[in-house]
């Protein structure tokens, strides 16, 4: 193991606020962020968190289950604010006593702050503008995670670069602050950790991990991949506001237009009602997701990537990746 001193001690807030040797957190990908790429990660000093997604509170019960019998160190939830059982989700989560829970997708609703917090988790949360992340810091979150329109997945309109300018500055002296999207190497993380950021999170960067269960298909469709291959959906109806994924361009992206076509139609026709619509959305992504990282259909699944993308080029160890960043920033940091 290398010693990274200058890096540890500028991520020494992050990793005590995250129980982990580094201020590394693994952005939550469904189907990927599971129990053998979230123990790995957790295993070699990072801080893994599973992707609850769309799951029920059972399956998620028996994953949380599955990864402490895997890793014994921290690691956190994600849960997505607009599931229709988010509270029993957060009850599983306290009935494991999961120590992080990282509420994303959207504003949490009322009293699930206050539902977390009330077993004795932190809360870490998302936050699209300054004063809506003052905001949740106010009302209880615990950390903030900034994330930049390069990071894949569901992703705001705004860059990683931009935000942490913006907010850094503004929060990082009394808040813990986590940057994430785009970060592909470990000169980057340097960076953000000089600017003031506690620590960082990453995904793409670790979807390819050997650790990680995507289909051998949807890993070769990431090394193939490069920056401008990543492209964010379109939204097709302004009255269907659908957060914009970034994944890799396919048959899968031509077919969510459509889709969107097609329930905007039923929407006029007063078929279906607004939420109703945008669940439907998000199922079409569950499944487009699933059919990529588990089937290895990278023509018509979706393969949900970051800008990064381009710097993931084969597979290697969660350790090795780890390592490599934190060697990363250490020579950066050393040579300033």
């Not at 609850?52 to 028996?62: V, W």
């Not at 940057?179 to 340097?190: C, K, Q």
């Not at 439907?280 to 023509?299: N, P, Q, S, T, Y």
Request: a negative charge.
């Amino acid at each position: 193991m290398t010693s990274s001193p200058k890096t540890s001690a500028m991520m020494r807030r992050g990793a005590e606020f995250l129980g982990t040797e580094h201020a590394i957190l693994c952005g939550a990908m469904s189907w990927v962020s599971e129990r053998n790429l979230v123990s790995a990660i957790s295993n070699a000093g990072g801080f893994g968190v599973i992707a609850c997604g769309a799951m029920t509170p059972e399956l998620l019960d028996a994953e949380i289950a599955a990864t402490k019998a895997l890793t014994d160190k921290p690691f956190g939830v994600n849960l997505i604010t607009m599931h229709p059982m988010l509270f029993d989700l957060i009850a599983v989560c306290a009935k494991h006593k999961v120590g992080h829970v990282v509420l994303a997708g959207g504003i949490p609703p009322k009293g699930s702050v206050e539902a977390i917090k009330e077993f004795g988790a932190k809360v870490l949360v998302f936050a699209p503008t300054l004063a809506l992340a003052k905001k949740l810091l106010r009302s209880g979150a615990d950390a903030l995670v900034i994330e930049g329109s390069e990071a894949g997945g569901h992703i705001g309109p705004v860059s990683t670069s931009v935000l942490a300018q913006e907010f850094l500055p503004a929060l990082a002296e009394d808040h813990v602050v986590f940057v994430a999207g785009g970060i592909g190497r470990g000169e980057m993380i340097a960076s953000y950790l000089e600017m003031g950021a506690s620590g960082v999170q990453l995904g793409t960067r670790f979807a390819c991990a050997t650790e990680s269960i995507a289909h051998p298909a949807f890993k070769a469709a990431f090394f193939r991949g490069n920056a401008r291959d990543a492209i964010a959906s379109v939204q097709v109806d302004p009255r269907l506001p659908v957060i914009p994924v970034r994944a890799l361009k396919n048959k899968g992206t031509e077919e969510f237009t459509a889709k969107q076509v097609e329930v905007a139609k039923r929407l006029d026709e007063g078929l279906i009602d607004m939420g109703e619509a945008q669940l439907e959305i998000e199922h079409f992504w569950a499944g487009a997701l699933r059919r990529a990282v588990i089937d290895g259909d990278v023509e018509r699944g979706s393969v949900m990537a970051g800008q990064s993308v381009g710097m993931v080029n084969k597979e290697e160890p969660v350790a090795d990746i780890i390592a490599q960043l934190m060697a990363e920033s250490e020579a950066a940091l050393s040579r300033r």
